[in-house]
């Protein structure tokens, strides 16, 4: 699988909303002024082609973070990044969203998640884990799974640490 075939599997029916609110850790990324390199993945658990989420591992410094933003520029989708974030916990996505749209998108920016419309690209997973307890990661990976439907086209892609990434 390339860069290509990732981008079309998370663009599928996708809608744009614009940002209220965009802080440090919750944007969608800028432009870039050095050319990306394209990876190439290896796909080792997929069993329909178009999941409803998408886990990205790979071992550290080995760009999943300048992968997050090339999809966030791409395809105009918010990019949480957990280094960046305060620790997780209950609704802390849910809070986040609600906090980041305009009151008259938040209805189409959460129904866009459940019909897969609309996607967030959630990046740093392991740094986001080693701030809070095991408990208050749990919430927050419920939240993310409460909003998104399973049989909705990809909504969220997850990166980071293949051992974290493997516990989620």
């Known amino acids: ?17 614009t940002l209220r609110e965009p802080s440090a850790s919750f944007f969608i990324a800028d432009r ?16 329909t082609e178009k999941p409803t989420i998408i886990l990205v ?3 550290g410094a080995t760009g999943k973070t300048a992968l997050a933003e090339q999809l966030s520029r791409d395809l105009q989708l918010p990019l ?8 997780v916990g209950d609704n802390t996505l849910t809070g986040l969203l609600t906090h980041a749209f305009d009151v008259k998108d938040i209805s ?8 897969g419309e609309y ?11 080693s701030k809070t307890t095991d408990k208050a ?3 927050f990976l419920d939240d ?11 909504t969220f892609v997850m990166l980071g640490r293949t051992q974290i990434l493997d516990e989620c």
Do not use: C, W
């Not at 699988?1 to 909303?17: G, Q």
């Not at 996607?119 to 884990?129: A, L, N, T, W, Y």
């Not at 409460?146 to 086209?153: G, T, Y």
């Open 32 to 47: 870039q002024a050095r050319p990306y390199i394209e990876p190439t993945f290896q796909k080792v658990i997929f069993e």
């Open 108 to 115: 189409s920016v959460f129904a866009g998640l459940a019909s």
């Open 119 to 129: 996607g967030v690209i959630i990046d740093g997973v392991d740094e986001g884990r």
């Open 137 to 139: 990661f749990e919430a």
């Open 144 to 154: 993310v799974a409460k909003l998104s439907k399973a049989n909705s086209p990809t």
């Open 1 to 17: 699988m390339n860069y290509y075939n990732l981008k079309s599997i998370l663009s599928a029916r996708k809608h744009t909303h």
């Open 80 to 87: 949480l990044d957990l280094a960046k974030h305060k620790p």
């Open 57 to 59: 591992s790979a071992v």
